[in-house]
């Protein structure tokens, strides 16, 4: 099957284009963005892949559905397109930037500028319709986003892996701790982070002192 996704993941994935249940879902996907309202936009649906491209990966960070309110969703985890309102965890993530990293807060929430530096925003699920949280998990874009983990975990080296809250524990759970570096804490989102389970978790300087101790160019958060 051709799926339009940048080449570089395209040689990593070629595999699971061919398999069946990619299909099913190529086909699910397809009628819910004709029948119905869906987010990202189409043409943003592997966006996380075209900013970072598999060479460049350095950090993975781990959501679960995009955004489903009105022009949010950009592809990206977490992020939302510019002028758009931060939702709650994105905001807190960036309190945590600030009290660690000394970073003022960024005037728009588009996380495009760490992708193109080399972190992967990876949803594990990669579309939903609009205003229905949920609505397109179990229909195989977690198999797809499993392999996309794998090969990470398994054809690169010290990469730093952010996984915030329990879906993302569980997300990563077969990460090759061997070679890799991985991260955990709460969610950032005001439930969990009111709690006491995000902030203070320094994940953004201690994935740049990770990355600075394997030369690798640290993320300009």
């Known amino acids: 099957m051709n799926v339009n996704i940048e080449p570089s993941w395209k040689e990593q994935l070629n595999d699971e284009f061919s398999k069946p249940y ?37 950090v993975v960070i781990i959501g679960q559905d995009p955004y489903h309110g009105v022009g949010q969703a950009n592809g990206l985890c977490f992020s939302v397109n510019d002028g758009v309102p931060m939702p709650p965890s994105l905001i807190n993530i960036f309190k945590e930037i600030e009290d660690d990293l000394a970073i003022n807060f960024p005037s728009n929430g588009n996380l495009k500028r ?6 992967l925003l990876l949803n594990a699920t990669l579309t939903v319709r609009a205003h229905q949280a949920g609505s397109h998990q179990n229909k195989g874009w977690e198999k797809f986003t499993d392999a996309v983990i794998k090969a990470v ?12 809250g329990g879906f993302a524990k569980k997300k990563g759970a077969k990460i090759d701790r061997t070679k890799h570096c991985v991260l955990t804490s709460g969610h950032p989102s005001p439930l969990s982070a009111n709690r006491g389970y995000w902030f203070g978790n320094k994940h953004f300087s201690k994935a740049n002192a990770y990355l600075s101790k394997n030369e690798e160019s640290i993320i300009s958060w």
């Open 22 to 58: 990619f299909s099913d879902l190529v086909d699910f996907v397809k009628g819910e963005y004709t029948n119905t309202t869906c987010y990202p936009k189409g043409a943003e649906i592997f966006s996380a892949f075209d900013f970072c491209g598999f060479n460049d990966v350095k």
């Open 114 to 119: 760490w992708a193109k530096q080399g972190v």
């Open 153 to 164: 975990s398994d054809k690169k080296e010290n990469v730093v892996f952010l996984l915030w």
